[in-house]
T-cell receptor
Framework: SQQGEEDPQALSIQEGENATMNCSYK?????LQWYRQNSGRGLVHLIL?????REKHSGRLRVTLDTSKKSSSLLITASRAADTASYFC?????????FGKGMKLTVNP | DTGVSQDPRHKITKRGQNVTFRCDPI?????LYWYRQTLGQGPEFLTY????????KSRLLSDRFSAERPKGSFSTLEIQRTEQGDSAMYLC????????????FGPGTRLTVL
């Protein structure tokens, strides 16, 4: 079963704009991770935020975590055409990743 | 390239045939995971190994599925008597230690059952 739910399910923006993706989950977690998947390929790990952290940055990525609301957001600033991909949040309630259905981001040049 | 490799990348088979996939994790990683991803969905957990020990199996892993990790290095996932519903991308991931560590994914094996 899938725990995370990304919102929106699809987003289309222009190059240079910011993209924000939200993820809600249901159970307690150890950490939450965001992954990117280009069409038909493997997943690439973007960022991990632990349950005792509230915000984390990595390059153009900013992720927040609100464990009281069981939600996380991923912000991609100054988007590029190469950011076009599907993005997944994955929670770690135990020993394995539990993924959402994903969100498709299209960045138009 | 994450350092995790999978073979083959694509497999087309007829219903009822057996197929086997291989995953080579990052060499120093103790944990190895298998996930399955169908079109438009996120990956779903199948099973994982700590070294050579298989520690957890999902209910998705029917008795037609078997996974091994001999000597705690590479792993194989075998599907016997394939069904059309087995068509999916099979993803392998490895991590250094426990479940809280980052998992690094291979490129996946896309299975099509005709």
């Amino acid at each position: 079963s899938q725990q995370g739910e990304e919102d929106p399910q699809a987003l289309s923006i222009q190059e240079g704009e910011n993209a924000t993706m939200n993820c809600s989950y249901k159970t307690s977690i150890n950490n939450l991770q965001w992954y990117r998947q280009n069409s038909g390929r493997g997943l690439v790990h973007l960022i991990l935020i632990r349950s005792n952290e509230r915000e984390k940055h990595s390059g153009r990525l900013r992720v927040t975590l609100d464990t009281s609301k069981k939600s996380s957001s991923l912000l991609i600033t100054a988007s590029r055409a190469a950011d076009t991909a599907s993005y997944f949040c994955a929670t770690v309630p135990g020993e394995k990743l539990v993924f959402g259905k994903g969100m498709k981001l299209t960045v138009n040049p | 390239d994450t350092g995790v490799s999978q073979d083959p990348r694509h497999k087309i088979t007829k219903r009822g045939q057996n197929v086997t996939f291989r995953c080579d994790p990052i060499s120093e990683h103790n944990r190895l995971y298998w996930y399955r991803q169908t079109l438009g969905q996120g990956p779903e957990f199948l099973t994982y190994f700590q070294n050579e020990a298989q520690l957890e199996k999902s209910r998705l892993l029917s008795d037609r599925f078997s996974a091994e990790r001999p000597k705690g290095s590479f792993s194989t996932l075998e599907i016997q008597r394939t069904e059309q519903g087995d068509s999916a991308m099979y993803l392998c991931a490895s991590s250094r230690g426990t479940g809280i560590d980052t998992q690094y994914f291979g490129p996946g094996t896309r299975l099509t059952v005709l």
